[in-house]
T-cell receptor, first 108, second 114 residues
């Protein structure tokens, strides 16, 4: 069974701070995706990383895929209240395997 | 706005009842996946339909079943509801491509089983 772990489970920070959240697995995935989910809505895809060691940037968000394609990190620079939400990673193989998420709260 | 809609938005049922949840995918998306998201958890894969045939199933019992129709709509049926079935049910549509398949999620149906 493929499992994804995410850490931390909860994170509460002040506006303007930087943060990093992690996604780890014992399995190799063909690609890995990061989503953000807000209350009452479905997850929205932020990025897909495919190649081991790949780094992608989306404005203030930086995503990295581990060399062995088993882990990933999401770094947010100068967090804003609009970044508040549940951040989910999903391993892509035959199907999608989601981690439990990191619930981020950015206080103004 | 993903173009994926789900109905109803909320539903309350009692244990032992049956429920049907509906999803309308983006036009042209011939793949739909259903997920169960318990409170405080990530989505768990239930099953996927591709061109109206089941194309993969997660660790869910047979009382969870589905249908996909030619008009890009689909259904999730759950029989003999149990208290633990209380969750947010999400559908996601996609069009298979090469590497990094993109799923578009609907807003979900929140089911409460009493």
């Amino acid at each position: 069974t493929q499992l994804l772990e995410q850490s931390p489970q909860f994170l509460s920070i002040q506006e303007g701070e930087n943060l990093t959240v992690y996604c780890n697995s014992s399995s190799v995935f063909s690609s890995l995706q990061w989503y953000r989910q807000e209350p009452g809505e479905g997850p929205v895809l932020l990025v897909t990383v495919v190649t081991g060691g790949e780094v992608k940037k989306l404005k203030r968000l930086t995503f990295q895929f581990g060399d062995a394609r088993k882990d990933s990190s999401l770094h947010i620079t100068a967090a804003q209240p609009g970044d508040t939400g549940l951040y989910l990673c999903a391993g892509v193989d035959q199907n999608f395997v989601f981690g439990p998420g990191t619930r981020l709260s950015v206080l103004p | 706005e993903t173009g994926v809609t789900q109905s109803p938005t909320h539903l309350i049922k009692t244990r032992g009842q049956q429920v049907t949840l509906r999803c309308s995918s983006q036009s042209g998306h011939n793949t739909v996946s259903w997920y169960q998201q318990a409170l405080g958890q990530g989505p768990q894969f239930i099953f996927q339909y591709y061109r109206e045939e089941e194309n993969g199933r997660g660790n869910f019992p047979p009382r969870f079943s589905g249908l996909q129709f030619p008009n890009y709509s689909s259904e999730l049926n759950v029989n003999a509801l149990e208290l633990d079935d209380s969750a947010l049910y999400l559908c996601a549509s996609s069009y298979p491509g090469t590497g990094g398949e993109t799923q578009y999620f609907g807003p979900g149906t929140r089911l409460l089983v009493l």
